[in-house]
């Protein structure tokens, strides 16, 4: 991946977007990113690019909530399953040719976010109140975060999904899916140089696109002030729809 290349800097523009919009909303960058940038790099390429800078944002919030954190949620009950899910899915990663990963993407983004939206739809009906998920329900969605992580380094919002039905507390929430975070983007780059993924190139890609993550906190931080919360994410599951399905087909 060549930083001073056009198709980069289309890449650069699709992160600060990115990243932008998770600083407004929380969204998640690494989904819309890689859904994105899909159509400029293939996956095998993109993704240990990608996975690094993500890790230095994580590291910045685990480490500022790290009183917060449930640890014995993170080490009994999260990485076990997740841990499982990632070698699963990187074993497939390995294996699985661009075009494959490109419309297994395409399918699970558009999934995504229409689960998305029709939880919002829910969420405003105030005779709706969602239920605990049972036990074999949440270890299922953890190992398909997992792998889902493994294999597009996208599996917060199966995570969240399974998290969101517990009762804990929003500043441990939060905190936890951080070191959650910061503990699989470790992994995952770890195997990325282990495949020679991760080298000199890729490192100058991450290390290029980093003030492009600096500047696009900082934009939506006041962005986050002045939009409407609701509606944007409405229009941004939307466009991941039209996305996720250019990718799928």
């Given at each position: 991946m060549?930083?001073?290349?056009?198709?980069?800097?289309?890449?650069?523009?699709?992160?600060?977007?990115?990243?932008?919009i998770?600083?407004t909303?929380?969204?998640?960058?690494?989904?819309?990113?890689?859904?994105?940038?899909?159509?400029?790099?293939?996956i095998?390429?993109?993704?240990p690019?990608?996975?690094?800078?993500?890790?230095?944002?994580?590291?910045?919030?685990?480490?500022?909530?790290?009183?917060?954190?449930d640890?014995g949620?993170v080490?009994?009950?999260i990485?076990p399953?997740?841990?499982?899910?990632?070698?699963?899915?990187?074993a497939?990663?390995?294996?699985?040719?661009n075009d494959?990963?490109?419309?297994?993407?395409?399918?699970?983004?558009v999934?995504?976010a229409l689960?998305?939206?029709?939880?919002?739809?829910l969420?405003?009906?105030?005779?709706?109140?969602?239920r605990?998920?049972p036990?074999?329900?949440?270890r299922?969605?953890?190992?398909?975060?997992?792998?889902?992580?493994?294999?597009?380094?996208?599996?917060?919002?199966?995570?969240?999904?399974?998290?969101?039905?517990?009762?804990i507390?929003?500043?441990a929430?939060?905190?936890t899916?951080?070191?959650?975070?910061?503990?699989?983007?470790?992994a995952?780059?770890?195997?990325?140089?282990?495949?020679?993924?991760?080298?000199?190139?890729?490192?100058?890609?991450?290390?290029?696109?980093?003030?492009v993550?600096?500047?696009?906190?900082?934009?939506?931080?006041?962005?986050?002030?002045?939009?409407?919360?609701?509606?944007?994410?409405?229009?941004?599951?939307?466009?991941?729809?039209?996305?996720?399905?250019?990718?799928?087909?």
């Open positions: 060549d930083p001073t290349a056009p198709e980069f800097w289309l890449l650069a523009a699709i992160v600060g977007g990115a990243f932008a998770e600083a909303s929380g969204f998640g960058a690494t989904i819309l990113i890689v859904t994105f940038g899909a159509h400029l790099f293939p095998p390429t993109l993704l690019v990608i996975v690094p800078l993500g890790l230095v944002l994580s590291v910045a919030l685990a480490w500022r909530n790290r009183v917060h954190v640890r949620l080490v009994r009950r990485l399953l997740m841990g499982l899910g990632v070698a699963i899915g990187l497939i990663f390995e294996r699985a040719s494959g990963l490109r419309r297994a993407l395409g399918c699970f983004v999934g995504v689960a998305e939206l029709w939880r919002m739809r969420a405003a009906d105030p005779m709706h109140a969602p605990p998920l036990p074999m329900a949440t299922a969605a953890l190992l398909g975060a997992g792998v889902i992580h493994g294999l597009f380094s996208s599996g917060g919002p199966l995570l969240v999904y399974a998290l969101g039905r517990l009762p507390e929003k500043r929430f939060r905190a899916l951080s070191t959650v975070w910061v503990v699989l983007a470790s995952l780059t770890l195997a990325y140089a282990w495949q020679g993924r991760v080298g000199p190139e890729s490192l100058l890609a991450t290390a290029a696109l980093l003030p993550l600096a500047t696009a906190f900082v934009v939506g931080d006041w962005a986050h002030h002045r939009l409407d919360e609701a509606t944007f994410r409405v229009l941004i599951y939307l466009l991941l729809i039209v996305a996720g399905l250019s990718n799928a087909f």
